[in-house]
């Protein structure tokens, strides 16, 4: 186990409704990103949260919003959802520093479905 | 433009045969990290390894083994005698770390489902 827990598992929502995901990082790792993988394709990246501040965004829309906590844990927030946004949803966590980037660890993500 | 290329969507092979997942690059930075991925069916993905674009070192682990190469933006990965519990969905990622880049963001290919048949 990887020490990365995501709630919930799964989620069914409409379309136009407003969904948060949320992620327990490991002990000790200050940094935070989220991925969005399709069926049938890699993970693609969303953001990224460095000490509580957005620290790179992928190609996603502003309906896409985050936070990352004190403790850092993280949430994922989306807006108008679209039919589109239906994916597995995978929070990383890792410990980086100004120079270097550590290891990602996953959780086990969380599937959503929008109907 | 793609950083991550996995040509093979999918492999099957029967238990005990070795098999080579292919995984090529690209980056500009000349500092960068590639790992691979292991993702079952439940979904986690699941770290087996992390090298750096200055250590051109082959390495070994049990029954896995990784072949780096600069020189054909190469990271190829091999599993020596399969076994059935080695099916699941295998992702090469790459993240870079000069300036202007975002410190640990993966650029996934889009994986190689390996299917391994007892």
């Given at each position: 186990e990887t020490g990365v827990t995501q709630s919930p598992?799964?989620?069914?929502?409409?379309?136009g409704q407003q969904v948060t995901l949320r992620c327990s990082s490991q002990s000790?790792?200050?940094?935070?990103?989220?991925y969005q993988q399709a069926l049938g394709q890699g993970p693609q990246f969303i953001?990224?949260?460095?000490?509580?501040?957005?620290?790179?965004?992928?190609?996603?829309?502003?309906?896409?919003?985050?936070?990352q906590f004190p403790n850092y844990s993280s949430e994922l927030n989306v807006n108008a959802l679209e039919l589109?946004?239906?994916a597995l949803y995978l929070c990383a966590s890792s410990q980086n520093t100004y120079t270097q980037g550590g290891e990602a660890f996953f959780g086990q993500g969380t599937r959503l479905t929008v109907v | 433009a793609q950083k991550v290329t996995q040509a093979q969507t999918e492999i099957s092979?029967?238990?005990?045969?070795?098999?080579?997942?292919?995984?090529?690059?690209?980056?500009?930075?000349?500092?960068?990290?590639?790992f691979w991925y292991k993702q079952p069916p439940s979904g986690e993905l699941v770290f087996l390894i992390r090298r750096n674009s200055f250590?051109?070192?082959?390495?070994?682990?049990?029954?896995y083994s990784w072949n780096f190469q600069k020189?054909?933006?190469s990271f190829n990965f091999t599993i020596t005698a399969s076994q059935v519990v080695d099916s699941a969905v295998y992702?090469?990622?790459l993240s870079e770390a000069n300036r202007g880049s975002t410190l640990g963001r993966l650029y996934f290919g889009r994986g190689t489902q390996l299917t391994v048949w007892p």
């Amino acid at each position: 186990e990887t020490g990365v827990t995501q709630s919930p598992t799964h989620l069914i929502k409409t379309r136009g409704q407003q969904v948060t995901l949320r992620c327990s990082s490991q002990s000790g790792h200050n940094t935070v990103s989220w991925y969005q993988q399709a069926l049938g394709q890699g993970p693609q990246f969303i953001f990224q949260y460095y000490r509580e501040e957005e620290n790179g965004r992928g190609n996603f829309p502003p309906r896409f919003s985050g936070l990352q906590f004190p403790n850092y844990s993280s949430e994922l927030n989306v807006n108008a959802l679209e039919l589109d946004d239906s994916a597995l949803y995978l929070c990383a966590s890792s410990q980086n520093t100004y120079t270097q980037g550590g290891e990602a660890f996953f959780g086990q993500g969380t599937r959503l479905t929008v109907v | 433009a793609q950083k991550v290329t996995q040509a093979q969507t999918e492999i099957s092979v029967v238990e005990k045969e070795d098999v080579t997942l292919d995984c090529v690059y690209e980056t500009r930075d000349t500092t960068y990290y590639l790992f691979w991925y292991k993702q079952p069916p439940s979904g986690e993905l699941v770290f087996l390894i992390r090298r750096n674009s200055f250590d051109e070192q082959n390495e070994i682990s049990g029954r896995y083994s990784w072949n780096f190469q600069k020189s054909t933006s190469s990271f190829n990965f091999t599993i020596t005698a399969s076994q059935v519990v080695d099916s699941a969905v295998y992702f090469c990622a790459l993240s870079e770390a000069n300036r202007g880049s975002t410190l640990g963001r993966l650029y996934f290919g889009r994986g190689t489902q390996l299917t391994v048949w007892p």
